[in-house]
C-alpha cells in the first residue's frame, strides 16, 4: 500500500497520464482503494511490464510518451470507463429487484413527490411573480429538481446507457 500511495503521490505520475486518461487519475486520487491499486498496478504492468515497479520508473517512461505506452493508458481507461457502466447498471438493477421484492412503496412516493414538486415550481414560476432576493434560488433549486426528475426518469424508464446494451445485444443475437 505504501507503494501505492508514492504512486498516486507522484506529481510526475499524474501528470503524465493526466492528458492522455484523465479517468486513470482519477481513479488514482479518488476514495476507492483496491480501485486504486489495481489501476496503478495495471499502468505499471502495461507500461513497464513490472506491476511492482517505482513510480519513478513509470514517470520516466510515461514521459517518453511512447505511442505503445499512450495506447496502453487509453486502454486502461477504456476497460476503467467499462467497468464503471457495468457497476452503475447492476447497481440500478439492484434497486429494482428491491423494490420488486419487497413491494415498498417508497419509491413511487418519491417519485411522484419530486415529479410534483417540480411541476408545482415550474407552474409558481410561470403564475407567480417571486420577490427580487430569491429569484436566483428558485432558478437553484429548478435545476436540483429536474437533476432529481431525471433520476426518476433513469430508474423506471432505464438510461440510454441500458438501451443501447439491450440493442447492441438484440443486433449480435440477430446475426
Known amino acids: 500500500m505504501n507503494r501505492l500511495k508514492e504512486l498516486i503521490s507522484s506529481r510526475a505520475v499524474r501528470g503524465a497520464i493526466q492528458d492522455v486518461a484523465p479517468k486513470i487519475v482519477g ?11 489495481g489501476v496503478a498496478r495495471r499502468v505499471a504492468r502495461e507500461v513497464l511490464g513490472e506491476p511492482d515497479a517505482p513510480p519513478a520508473r513509470i514517470a520516466e517512461r510515461l514521459a517518453e510518451a511512447r ?13 476503467l470507463e467499462a ?38 415550481v415550474l407552474a409558481g414560476l410561470f403564475f407567480i411573480q417571486p420577490p427580487e432576493g430569491i429569484r436566483e434560488v428558485l432558478v437553484a433549486m429548478v435545476g436540483v429538481l429536474g437533476g432529481l426528475v431525471g433520476a426518476v426518469a433513469n430508474y423506471y424508464f432505464g438510461s440510454s446507457i441500458g438501451s443501447k446494451q439491450k440493442t447492441d445485444g438484440l443486433l449480435r443475437g440477430a446475426r
Open 67 to 79: 505511442p505503445q505506452d499512450m495506447a496502453a493508458l487509453a486502454r486502461i481507461e477504456a476497460d
Open 83 to 120: 467497468e464503471t457502466m457495468r457497476i452503475a447498471a447492476q447497481d440500478r438493477a439492484d434497486a429494482r429487484a428491491r423494490e420488486v421484492s419487497t413491494a415498498d412503496p417508497t419509491p413511487h412516493r418519491l417519485a411522484y413527490g419530486i415529479l410534483g414538486l417540480f411541476g408545482l
Open 27 to 37: 481513479a488514482l486520487t479518488g476514495p476507492a482503494g483496491p480501485v486504486a491499486e
